[in-house]
Each structure stands twice: as structure tokens, then as C-alpha cells.
Antibody, heavy 127, light 107 residues
Framework: EVQLVESGGGLIQPGGSLRLSCAAS????????MHWVRKAPGKGLMWVSRMKDDGSFTRFADAVEGRFSMSRDNAKNTLYLQMNSLRAEDTAVYYC????????????????????WGQGTTVTVSS | DIQLTQSPSSVSASVGDRVTIACRASESISRFLNWYQQEPGKAPKLLIY???NLQSGVPSRFSGSGSGTEFTLTISSLQPEDFVTYYCQQSYSSQWTFGQGTKVEIK
């Protein structure tokens, strides 16, 4: 079964750091771009970051740029999100998500979507 | 970054109704537009990719259309399990973004 399991969430004081982990099973992590998406209480989904399959490229949302970083250990089939200088507004459920490539023969293009989601891990930033 | 605006933010409907949700992009994104469904307390689920393609296992009452800046998600006949929240999302730019969400409520 294809599965993503996040861990590492918890209660952290403002300004603190936390590292989330995401263990992949049922597929080969090195074959996929991976993302983090979060949902704050009472708010909508927010895309956080993405990383290329080989770890050579990352991109972040403006709200977390410079504070968050991503890494991956393809040998361990594990993805990480390092979160520094945490703020109250970073409080959310954080999802680890797999990117899928879809080939459209009509337009001869690849399209991209988020097809496998973890169950999420909760991060609460509060004093 | 590319902004996605969904409308309406919420809609009240009955079982069996047809519902349409719109998503407008701040610039052209071709057909790099996906739709997700999220139940409370659960992870989102991919419904539609590349604007109009049904993800495997998704019921055929869901459909998507559009290109450029204007997109729609249509549920042809609402079922009880469809009264949840829907999000559009673009994968055109290097920074992906989601719309703010549309909650479908029971009338």
C-alpha cells in the first residue's frame, strides 16, 4: 500500500525550531517530487514547499522562505521539513504529499498534481 | 505568485442538486489546474487534474472544465458525502498555490 506517515509535530514556543519527518512506503521516494502543504485552524490549504526527486531543487512559499528548509534521504525513503523561527501563524496541520505526473496525449504535455497525502502532523506555536 | 480566487466561498444545496464552483487565476495557467476535496479532519483528495481529467476512482458526477484563467468544478448530482470543502490548485508556476476553498453545505 502506498503510504506517507508524518511525525515530529508538537507544541513549540515562538522563535523555536522543529523538524518534521515523512516516511514513505509502497513506492520509491527517489522517483517523485515531494511537497509539504499545511492547513491552519479555520483556514484553507496553503502550499508550503516542494523538492525535486533528487533533492537538487527546492521552492518555498513566500510566508516561509528563509525560515523553512526541506531535505530528503532517498535511501531511507524519508522526507524532512526543518522549521526555524516559528511564529504563531505557522500553527497548522502539516501534510507530506507526493507529486504525480500525468501525461496528456491530446496536448502532448505533462501535468502535475498531488496524488498521495499523509495523515498530517499538528504543529502548535504558542507560549 | 499566482493568486487563485474561488467563488462562491460557500454554497447551500440539496441532495441531487447540480453545483458549480468557479476558480479564477490572476494570470494564464493553461490547464495546470487541479481540484481537491477535503472532509473535516481528513487529508485532501485529488479529484480532477489538468483542469478536466478525472482522477482514478473518483465518481463520474464530478467534472472539470476551463483553461487560461477561468475554471469550473461541477458536481452533477450532489450525494450526502459531497457536502465538504473543495479547493482548486495551480501547478503552472514554481510556487504552487491553492484557492481559498468552497464549502458545500446542506440547505
Amino acid at each position: 500500500e502506498v503510504q506517507l506517515v508524518e511525525s515530529g509535530g508538537g507544541l513549540i514556543q515562538p522563535g523555536g525550531s522543529l523538524r518534521l519527518s515523512c516516511a514513505a512506503s509502497g513506492f520509491t521516494l527517489r522517483s517523485h517530487w515531494m511537497h509539504w502543504v499545511r492547513k491552519a485552524p479555520g483556514k484553507g490549504l496553503m502550499w508550503v514547499s516542494r523538492m525535486k526527486d533528487d533533492g537538487s531543487f527546492t521552492r518555498f512559499a513566500d510566508a516561509v522562505e528563509g525560515r523553512f528548509s526541506m531535505s530528503r534521504d532517498n535511501a531511507k525513503n524519508t522526507l524532512y521539513l526543518q522549521m526555524n523561527s516559528l511564529r504563531a501563524e505557522d500553527t497548522a496541520v502539516y501534510y507530506c504529499v507526493r507529486e504525480a505526473d500525468f501525461w496528456d496525449g491530446y496536448s502532448s504535455k505533462n501535468y502535475y498534481g498531488l496524488d498521495v497525502w499523509g495523515q498530517g502532523t499538528t504543529v502548535t506555536v504558542s507560549s | 505568485d499566482i493568486q487563485l480566487t474561488q467563488s462562491p466561498s460557500s454554497v447551500s444545496a440539496s441532495v441531487g442538486d447540480r453545483v458549480t464552483i468557479a476558480c479564477r487565476a490572476s494570470e494564464s495557467i493553461s490547464r495546470f489546474l487541479n481540484w481537491y476535496q477535503q472532509e473535516p479532519g481528513k487529508a485532501p483528495k485529488l479529484l480532477i487534474y489538468a483542469a478536466s481529467n478525472l482522477q482514478s476512482g473518483v465518481p463520474s458526477r464530478f467534472s472539470g472544465s476551463g483553461s487560461g484563467t477561468e475554471f469550473t468544478l461541477t458536481i452533477s448530482s450532489l450525494q450526502p458525502e459531497d457536502f465538504v470543502t473543495y479547493y482548486c490548485q495551480q501547478s503552472y508556476s514554481s510556487q504552487w498555490t491553492f484557492g481559498q476553498g468552497t464549502k458545500v453545505e446542506i440547505k
